[in-house]
């Protein structure tokens, strides 16, 4: 049996490397580590124009992700959703990417109250706070129809109010004042497929303002709609998550006028960013490390051939 370091170097077990990649990327979902990191300038101005959202305007989301990415796309659908409850802003939400969306967010939702609930705070209220307008398969007719006419499109759609059963949307203090989509003080898109592009295309520019959370393989594509000024900010995969867990907590110190944080809920801050962001960085290392071994491993077996 060859027992040369070259050898032993080239053909480590497979077992032994899936058992170190388990470990090390464990290790930081049990054990709060904080990674030094400067936010972008898109997670700073959508944390920004989150924090300076009038209060008696509501925000329109458009939830279009699901279980598959629930590792990015959640964690930035908390932070919006913790920050809109905090500040009192009403929202509504629709899908129009996938089916099982609605179910995902409501679910989301759901958490996040029980979170409030057990500090002692008032669940935020569906159909009088936030309400459901629920899933529109054909993302260009319906972001269409939005665009053109939203209180026809939303027409017919119900939702649950309290003590009432199901009710017309449109009728929920949600939409109070709603007569077209630039109604609204934000619309917000978190996805993980095109249907970001389609709200594009659609929207008229600052009708209303536009904002976008992604998955990381998005973000070089939507970073060109940010630099062209068609969405005034967007939190960009992992790193754009991690980012805005950490402004909910430090705020923006160096705005004119500071934007605040919430450094009182720091540990209510924290999400999937922080316990995913650490690991992230882990399994580039170890790939980075074994990387290294197996060209240290070629150079030795070449060597030893001459």
Request: net charge positive.
């Amino acid at each position: 049996m060859n027992s040369s370091l070259d050898a032993r170097l080239q053909s480590l077990p497979k077992f032994a490397i899936y058992l170190i990649l388990i470990v090390i990327t464990t290790i930081p979902l049990f054990v709060t580590m904080v990674v030094p990191n400067k936010p972008d300038p898109a997670s700073i101005d959508l944390y920004t124009k989150l924090m300076t959202l009038p209060t008696d305007r509501p925000v329109l989301i458009a939830s279009d992700w699901t279980g598959s990415t629930r590792g990015e796309s959640k964690g930035a659908f908390n932070a919006v959703i913790k920050i809109l409850m905090r500040r009192g802003i009403k929202f509504a939400l629709y899908s129009t990417g996938d089916p099982q969306a609605p179910r995902v967010y409501q679910d989301a939702i759901a958490q996040i109250n029980a979170q409030r609930v057990s500090r002692g705070e008032a669940p935020y209220e569906r159909w009088n706070q936030w309400v459901n307008v629920g899933f529109f398969p054909g993302s260009e007719a319906a972001t269409n129809g939005i665009a053109t006419d939203i209180r026809a499109t939303f027409s017919g759609r119900k939702d649950t109010a309290p003590g009432q059963g199901q009710r017309d949307v449109i009728n929920s203090p949600v939409f109070s004042g709603i007569t077209k989509v630039s109604d609204f003080s934000l619309l917000l898109v978190i996805t993980a497929s095109k249907t970001s592009n389609f709200t594009i295309e659609r929207i008229k520019r600052g009708q209303p303002p536009l904002a976008m959370a992604v998955t990381g393989v998005m973000v070089p594509e939507t970073n060109n709609f940010y630099q062209s000024g068609q969405i005034i900010g967007f939190a960009g995969g992992l790193k754009g998550v991690y980012d805005m867990e950490g402004l909910m907590t430090t705020g923006v110190t160096d705005a004119n006028p500071p934007v605040p944080g919430f450094p009182d809920m720091k540990a209510d801050n924290v999400g999937q960013g922080t316990a995913y962001y650490p690991t992230l960085h882990f399994a580039m290392f170890l790939l980075i490390v074994m990387v290294v071994i197996g060209n240290v491993g070629m150079f030795l077996s070449r060597k030893g051939a001459r």
